[in-house]
Antibody, heavy 118, light 110 residues
Framework: EVQLLESGGGLVQPGGSLRLSCVASGFTFSTYGMSWVRQAPGKGLEWLSH????????KYADSVKGRFIISRDNSKNTLYLQMNSLRAEDTALYYC???????????WGQGTQVTVSS | NFMLAQPHSVSESPGKTVTISCTRSSGTIDSNYVQWYQQRPGSSPTAVIY?????PSGVPDRFSGSIDLSSNSASLTISGLKTEDEADYYC?????????FGGGTKLTVL
């Protein structure tokens, strides 16, 4: 059974930083692309970033480009999202999601909440 | 980049059939596959349709997907509506640079 467990969320002041983690199990982590997707309170889904299984081909949404950095450690089956220069509009539930065939998200974690507020 | 437009909400009665549309703003709808996700309150999204019209294992055949080149849109059709189908539904596609979600449609089964 695939499991994705996010952590690292919390309350941070505007301009601050957080690093999210997503520990994966139940599949060969290094062979799948992974993404981060967020959902602001009462809003829809927003894709943020992608990384291939090898760790290359990084992609970012314009809303986070230059502020967020995606990475992975395949030896630890863990996906990361380093979030810098956080803004109030980054307040959301952050999901990690496993990408199948680079097309669709076939497994999702339960999400970790990030709140940016002074 | 392109956008995917969905109606904000739809409602229908149990046992009936409902269709949710997803219109691509630029580029053709058949350029890249369209997926559909169901998100019940307080839960993570789960795919109900992938590659335009394929159902993941475990998704009932009451759920079906299609694309319409004339309207440049994709559709999710749910037949034999059940109260458990009440949820938010998101379409999703991609291009070489990004993955894109529609704004979501709230389905009310009343």
């Amino acid at each position: 059974e695939v499991q994705l467990l996010e952590s690292g969320g919390g309350l941070v002041q505007p301009g601050g930083s957080l690093r999210l983690s997503c520990v994966a199990s139940g599949f060969t982590f290094s062979t799948y692309g992974m993404s981060w997707v967020r959902q602001a309170p009462g809003k829809g889904l927003e894709w943020l970033s992608h990384i291939r299984g090898t760790g290359g081909d990084l992609k970012y949404a314009d809303s986070v480009k230059g502020r967020f950095i995606i990475s992975r450690d395949n030896s630890k089956n863990t996906l990361y999202l380093q979030m810098n220069s956080l803004r109030a509009e980054d307040t959301a539930l952050y999901y990690c999601a496993k990408l199948k065939a680079l097309i669709y998200f076939d497994d999702w974690g339960q999400g970790t909440q990030v709140t940016v507020s002074s | 980049n392109f956008m995917l437009a969905q109606p904000h909400s739809v409602s229908e009665s149990p046992g009936k059939t409902v269709t949710i549309s997803c219109t691509r703003s630029s580029g053709t709808i058949d350029s890249n596959y369209v997926q559909w996700y169901q998100q019940r309150p307080g839960s993570s999204p789960t795919a109900v349709i992938y590659e335009d019209n394929r159902r993941p294992s475990g998704v009932p055949d009451r759920f079906s997907g299609s694309i319409d080149l004339s309207s440049n849109s994709a559709s999710l059709t749910i037949s034999g509506l059940k109260t458990e189908d009440e949820a938010d539904y998101y379409c999703q596609s991609y291009d070489s640079r990004s993955w894109v979600f529609g704004g979501g449609t709230k389905l009310t089964v009343l």
